[in-house]
């Protein structure tokens, strides 16, 4: 387990909007197959539900967080 400040949990947020716009950017390509698309939306359904938690932590300004990896 792994104790984050608030600081940390924000930047881990904000990676994982930057990868959820990827991944959506990759769902909708043309060229990506279908599986492609469908692991794309299992990855950024698992993100936006993580991020959504870690965002919480952060708007009750936790101290630290703890996350089990």
Do not use: C
Not at 27 to 35: D, I, L, V, Y
Not at 37 to 48: D, F, G, P, V
């Amino acid at each position: 387990m792994k104790s984050f400040t608030p600081t940390e949990v924000a930047w881990i947020v904000k990676l994982l909007d930057d990868e959820a716009k990827r991944l959506e950017i990759t769902m909708t390509a043309g060229e990506a197959t279908s599986m492609e698309q469908a692991i794309a939306a299992h990855m950024l359904e698992n993100y936006q539900s993580i991020k959504g938690r870690l965002t919480e932590v952060v708007e009750r300004k936790d101290k630290r967080m703890a996350i089990k990896y």
